[in-house]
């Protein structure tokens, strides 16, 4: 990185040099890491012109709609590669040979299943429990089962606690979803794909043989490779807060899972799905662009906008285009796509959307497919967190590899002056 510098100019006339520091590509960052020492700090609520840390795994250009994996863009990745060698790229920051593929490969498949006893974990829950409820407990008990790898200072422990979490989480989602609809778990089957594996675990029954579906098995493949990792978004920026003081691998991924959630975030692949479903016909978009755009209205349009693409997002191209392909290979048709489709045209063609620059996000178009899948909407931010584990593990272990200090944001403090405390409870 070549350093210039720039200078902080203070009401009392005295300066502050600061170094800039070049990334490999987008923008130039202002190294204030001394600033306070001078008695001063930066206000960035929501950390919209803040760089948290310095990362190699992913780049986002909002503003031209790019997206890359370790320097490679998503829509080859989703078009060439399939969700495990996009997990070992985003891992290890390259691609595999053969014979490290086939090592990955096995290793992943082979720690697919859960120790028994947290079976009886799920019984702890309502049956009409959320999903996600289920899956963050569940992921944060981990830690009570795998006792062998919790020490974070380990390299090896680091190594194992990510493969046992990649490896887990799908037959975990599965369990989820089996728990919810009142149905036997199925055990994962080292034969299949991870995504076959995955709708295996979802849809198979003991009652009879269950083939998977090719169609539905790539088009899973492929979403969740969109889902996979999109540098420091807030449940990323969650796993490595919770992991710079140190805590488990599984209490920051389910720190991750807890924070994803959020209709803001993760949550907005089950809501937009609500949202259209609650539109329902084309003739009904013109009100609900009119709530979106009311500021006394606190609705906002599901799947749409987002901090940094100011552009099309890349994922939802790509999503739209499974989404169509799903739907025709299925014979399926769905008006909720047609619901879509209006919505995003007429959206991109009014002013206040395009002022403010907010396209379809990855969540507008997934939740069309899922359900095209038999996949009900409270399980789509599941099956978000299933995909993004990889990249949650793979910052927290590049933070553990990094010198590591703990997250310790400050404040700008605009509470009581010091005063004298006199309670009110005596007489
Ligand atoms: C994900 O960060 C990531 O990378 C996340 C993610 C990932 O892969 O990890 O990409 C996944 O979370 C995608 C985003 C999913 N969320 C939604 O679809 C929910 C709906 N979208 C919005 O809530 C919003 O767009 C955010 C939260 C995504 C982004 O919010 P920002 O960047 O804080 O933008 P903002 O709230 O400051 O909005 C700017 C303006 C405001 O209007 P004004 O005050 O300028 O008049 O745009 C408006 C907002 O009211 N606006 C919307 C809107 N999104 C923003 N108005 C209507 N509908 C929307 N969806």
């Keep these: 990185m070549d350093l210039k510098k720039t200078k902080l100019i203070?009401?009392?006339?005295?300066?502050?040099?600061?170094?800039?520091?070049?990334?490999?590509?987008?923008?130039?960052?202002?190294?204030?890491?001394?600033?306070?020492?001078?008695?001063l700090l930066t206000f960035d609520p929501g950390f919209n012109s803040t760089a948290s840390c310095e990362s190699k795994i992913t780049f986002i250009d909002g503003d031209k709609g790019t997206l890359l994996y370790r320097g490679f863009p998503i829509d080859q990745l989703a078009s060439k590669s399939n969700y495990l060698e996009v997990c070992y790229i985003l891992l290890n920051g390259d691609v595999p040979t053969k014979k490290q593929f086939e090592k990955f490969h096995k290793i992943v498949t082979r720690h697919t299943m859960i120790h028994e006893q947290i079976t009886r974990l799920f019984h702890g829950f309502r049956r009409d429990s959320h999903p996600m409820a289920v899956m963050c407990g569940v992921t944060g008990a981990l830690a009570a089962f795998y006792h062998d790898s919790l020490d974070v200072n380990i390299k090896r422990h680091r190594e194992i606690a990510a493969f046992r979490l990649l490896s887990k989480m799908p037959t975990v989602a599965a369990m989820c979803y089996k728990y919810s609809i009142g149905q036997p778990f199925i055990y994962p089957r080292n034969d299949l794909s991870y995504a076959g594996n995955f709708l295996h675990m979802m849809f198979a029954t003991p009652c009879e043989k269950y083939k998977v579906n090719a169609i539905l098995e790539s088009a899973m493949d492929r979403i969740l490779i969109l889902h996979a990792d999109h540098e420091q978004n807030a449940s990323t920026s969650t796993v490595r807060t919770a992991g710079s003081s140190g805590a488990n691998p599984f209490a920051c991924i389910a720190a991750g899972i807890?924070?994803?959630?959020?209709?803001?975030?993760?949550?907005?692949?089950?809501?937009?799905?609500?949202?259209?479903?609650?539109?329902?016909?084309?003739?009904?978009?013109?009100?609900?662009?009119?709530?979106?755009?009311?500021?006394?209205?606190?609705?906002?349009l599901m799947g749409f906008g987002h901090r940094l693409y100011k552009n099309?997002?890349?994922?939802?191209?790509?999503?739209?285009?499974?989404?169509?392909?799903?739907?025709?290979?299925?014979?399926?048709?769905?008006?909720?796509?047609?619901?879509?489709?209006?919505?995003?045209?007429?959206?991109?063609?009014?002013?206040?959307?395009?002022?403010?620059?907010?396209?379809?996000?990855?969540?507008?178009?997934?939740?069309?497919?899922?359900?095209?899948?038999?996949?009900?909407?409270?399980?789509?931010?599941?099956?978000?967190?299933?995909?993004?584990?990889?990249?949650?593990?793979?910052?927290?272990?590049?933070m553990h590899d990094?010198?590591?200090?703990?997250?310790?944001?400050?404040?700008?403090?605009?509470?009581?002056?010091?005063?004298?405390?006199?309670?009110?409870?005596?007489?």
């Excluded at 009392?12 to 600033?35: A, M, P």
């Excluded at 200090?405 to 009110?424: E, M």
């Design 258 to 300: 807890a924070s994803l959630w959020g209709p803001a975030h993760g949550g907005a692949n089950e809501a937009c799905l609500n949202m259209l479903e609650e539109i329902n016909t084309v003739d009904h978009i013109p009100e609900f662009i009119n709530r979106a755009k009311d500021k006394n209205d606190s609705f906002r």
């Design 312 to 398: 099309y997002d890349p994922r939802a191209k790509v999503m739209r285009e499974t989404c169509h392909a799903v739907l025709n290979t299925l014979c399926m048709k769905d008006n909720l796509l047609e619901v879509a489709i209006a919505l995003e045209n007429i959206a991109l063609n009014d002013p206040y959307f395009v002022e403010r620059k907010l396209y379809p996000n990855v969540d507008f178009y997934s939740g069309i497919i899922l359900k095209a899948m038999g996949i009900p909407s409270s399980m789509f931010t599941v099956i978000f967190a299933m995909a993004r584990t990889v990249g949650w593990i793979a910052h927290w272990k590049e």
């Design 10 to 39: 203070l009401q009392d006339k005295t300066s502050i040099e600061l170094n800039i520091i070049k990334g490999t590509l987008g923008q130039n960052v202002i190294d204030i890491r001394n600033l306070s020492s001078k008695g």
């Design 402 to 427: 990094d010198t590591m200090k703990i997250a310790r944001p400050r404040q700008l403090y605009t509470g009581y002056d010091k005063r004298k405390f006199i309670s009110k409870l005596i007489d």
